[in-house]
């Protein structure tokens, strides 16, 4: 991947919770009306995520004909969106609420409608309320059980999320949610 997003020399290694789900658990939603991750997001991504090792996790997604951008071909600003989701989900592995301050994305191939896309994402590591994430994307067979990181590499980001108190970030906003868990505020 051709990055010039800077990670900092001498990050301090990312902790997961205690209580972090096991290796192989699907990732909830934050919010079941999430454009990335929520099932109720009549247009959604639909991200389907799964806890990794150590600081990791993969997630799934079809590129749905709604999705498109040029003719077949996905949006760039879908295939954003997946990264900033799969990332933002990455930051829960450490049980604290972060939003994005940066995200850097590498178009690496063309990805056409219809394709099926598989993320990893890691936390490469923080620095004060800064936690920085790497993601890839690969394509996968129809069938889902292709092993995952063996097919094209099609993609890859950065991304420089911040953590922040969810009940004073988004105490304003929160009444115009469809949804929003007590968690983020109430
Ligand atoms: C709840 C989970 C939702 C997950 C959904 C998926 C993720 C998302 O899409 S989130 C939505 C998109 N993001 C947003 O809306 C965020 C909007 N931005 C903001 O609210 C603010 O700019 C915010 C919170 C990121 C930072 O503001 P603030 O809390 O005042 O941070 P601040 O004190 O200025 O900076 C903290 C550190 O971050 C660094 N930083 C902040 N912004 C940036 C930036 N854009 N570039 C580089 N560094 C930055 C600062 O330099 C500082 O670093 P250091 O510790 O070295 O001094």
């Not at 990050?11 to 919010?31: I, T």
């Not at 590129?63 to 990264?83: D, K, Q, R, T, Y």
Request: with cysteine; aromatic share 6%.
């Amino acid at each position: 991947m051709k990055s010039t997003f800077v990670v900092p020399d001498g990050l301090e290694p990312a902790q997961r919770r205690s209580d972090a789900l096991a290796p192989g658990d699907r990732m909830p939603s934050h919010n079941p009306m999430c454009f990335g991750c929520g099932p109720d997001a009549p247009n959604g991504l639909h991200l389907d995520a799964r806890a990794g090792e150590g600081m990791a996790i993969t997630g799934e997604m079809l590129v749905e004909p709604h999705f498109e951008g040029g003719p077949g071909m996905i949006h760039g600003g879908i295939l954003s969106s997946a990264f900033d989701e799969i990332m933002g989900m990455n930051v829960m592995l450490m049980g604290v609420t972060a939003v994005t301050a940066v995200l850097d994305v590498d178009f690496a191939k063309p990805i056409q409608l219809g394709s099926r896309l598989r993320f990893s994402t890691e936390i490469l590591g923080t620095q004060r309320r800064k936690i920085y994430v790497r993601a890839v994307a690969h394509l996968i067979d129809g069938d889902g059980n292709s092993g995952g990181d063996t097919g094209e590499e099609v993609g890859g980001a950065h991304g420089l999320f911040i953590i922040v108190d969810p009940s004073v970030h988004f105490r304003e906003s929160r009444a115009k949610s469809q949804f929003a868990s007590p968690e983020f505020g109430a």
